[in-house]
């Protein structure tokens, strides 16, 4: 897996995404809060597994939170953290699978590259990708040449 770099300084803009998903598919995205840390954190955990399970934990430690969520009414159908596993990264992120491609991992992404962007940074590192064309596609991101030995390298695996 290798790392991605994103220019942040012209990023498109999400607002006709946002509207939308807002008027045809009833989808907010939006920063998640404080107290709804437990429901997203069992949502991440059961849609995609105990590693981003624990990348989102620690993204509600952060204040305000460094996490984007995506809802329909009451159901969660997607997510993305940033600087969760270390600073300037962004990532996990993902759509519940009955809910992709409908712009949703896009528009989460760009809020989320929004969010750093205000923090300062110029650019932004996709960690550890994964669907490397969404993300050309989605934010003209490019792949980091000999980042495939990351901060994952020595990931510890549960026995
Ligand atoms: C990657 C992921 C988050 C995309 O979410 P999504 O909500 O389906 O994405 P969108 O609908 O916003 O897609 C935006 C564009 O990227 C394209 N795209 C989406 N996933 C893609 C993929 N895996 N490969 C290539 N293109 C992709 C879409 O076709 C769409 O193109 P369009 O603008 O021409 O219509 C989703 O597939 C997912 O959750 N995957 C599993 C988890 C994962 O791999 N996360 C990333 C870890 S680095």
Redesign the pocket.
């Known amino acids: 897996?290798k790392d991605m770099l994103v220019r942040l300084l012209e990023l498109p803009s999400g607002a006709a995404?946002e509207q939308r998903l807002l008027e045809k598919e009833k989808i907010v995205v939006r920063r998640a809060i404080a107290p709804e840390k437990h429901l997203v954190c069992d949502w991440v955990m059961q849609a995609?597994g105990a590693y981003w399970h624990s990348e989102v934990e620690v993204a509600f430690s952060r204040q305000p939170v460094s996490c984007w969520i995506?809802q329909r009414g009451n159901a969660i159908?997607?997510f993305?953290c940033y600087e969760s596993t270390a600073r300037n990264f962004f990532?996990?992120?993902?759509?519940?699978?009955s809910?992709?491609?409908?712009?949703?991992?896009?528009?989460?992404?760009l809020k989320s590259l929004e969010s750093m962007r205000e923090m300062g940074y110029a650019y932004a590192i996709?960690?550890?990708?994964?669907?490397?064309?969404?993300?050309?596609?989605?934010v003209g991101a490019k792949i980091i040449e000999g980042s495939e030995i990351s901060i994952y390298q020595h990931l510890l695996r549960k026995p």
């Open positions: 897996m995404l995609f995506a159908l997607g993305a990532g996990p992120t993902g759509t519940l699978e809910e992709r491609g409908k712009g949703i991992g896009k528009l989460l992404l996709i960690g550890g990708v994964g669907p490397a064309e969404f993300y050309e596609k989605a």
